[in-house]
DNA sequence: AACTTTTTGACTAATATTGACTTTCATTAT
DNA sequence: ATAATGAAAGTCAATATTAGTCAAAAAGTT
């Protein structure tokens, strides 16, 4: 696919241990000189692809015997995980933050395919382009928030 | 066909390659440099001969490791039955005539009958509620159109 | 001439990479 | 115990690397 650069190969890495095992946990230096990068380039990876929009909650720990622990989260019978997701959410959010929702939405059953291409569409860029960001942003979480709502009934 | 200007030169080129496999995948500058204009004459290229309508979707990706990508989708059958739809709803619609509109997608099967709750919660009148009705009927026709346009193909 | 399409480039936006500096925690020395 | 040391991970801002936008200029058509 698009394993340009640094940042989606290691993700695409810590992903492929998570398909397995439902949790990964690694050192940050390791890591980093595994792929020849610097450390803080794996707190990016973690900050753009391992937060709880995409469906991951990440723990950590510095000092000696240091860690960084990934866990993958389901939000099918964790309610409580979709109420976190509107909070998150507020009253604005981004394009690729939302998409990264119902990508998250998608893997763990709750959407189609179609579905979620459908509610994507409906949030993209180009069709809530309005005069300012922020308006744009706005609208997009509302539908979001209704949407997730209505699936908190009917799944 | 008729390969005089660049742009059309570059279709081809594209187009040549799509017709072997489903997608490409460029990188603007490469592609700028190998037929020695500027990178936004991608752009125009693929804004005026890559659209829906001509059965492509585009997606592409910024910063390091960047790309478009161009992939061919097959048109369902009533492509064109879904453009009437568009142009009949202009760039504003009232709920009631959208509800009509999925209403009869579903009962022609186009749309299941979650699909069609979750637009409907979508473009609701309470996730629209703006200050203006205007602007909310007119946020409701570009999210339905949107939607109109991802069914013409399947995937 | 009027109109449409193409070409160009300056400016903008998004994403990724890097490194200096900070914080936290465990272990060792006093 | 407490302090000092070192070994992690975190933060943040500067820089780099792409692609997107928009409108003016140029070229082509009618």
Avoid: H, W
């Avoid at 949030?123 to 209704?146: G, M, P, Q, W």
Wanted: charged share 25%; glycine share 6%.
């Amino acid at each position: 696919m698009q394993g340009q650069n640094i940042s989606d190969i290691i993700e695409e890495y810590l992903k492929r241990i998570l398909a397995d095992t439902r949790q990964v946990e690694i050192k940050r230096s390791e890591i980093a000189q595994l792929f020849n990068c610097v450390p803080s380039q794996i707190n990016y990876v973690i900050n753009t692809r391992f937060t709880i929009q995409n469906g991951y909650i990440v723990r950590s720990k510095r000092g000696g015997g240091g860690y960084i622990r990934i866990a993958k989260v389901n939000l099918i019978n964790d309610a409580d995980v979709l109420d976190d997701l509107i909070d998150v959410i507020g009253d604005n959010i981004s394009f690729s933050q939302a998409f990264q929702i119902i990508q998250s939405l998608f893997e763990d059953s709750v959407l189609t395919q179609k579905e979620a291409n459908l509610i994507l569409v409906a949030i993209d860029r180009r069709t809530l382009d309005f005069e300012d960001k922020r308006v744009e942003n706005a609208i997009r979480a509302r539908i979001l928030i209704s949407i997730l709502n209505r699936l908190k009934y009917d799944g």
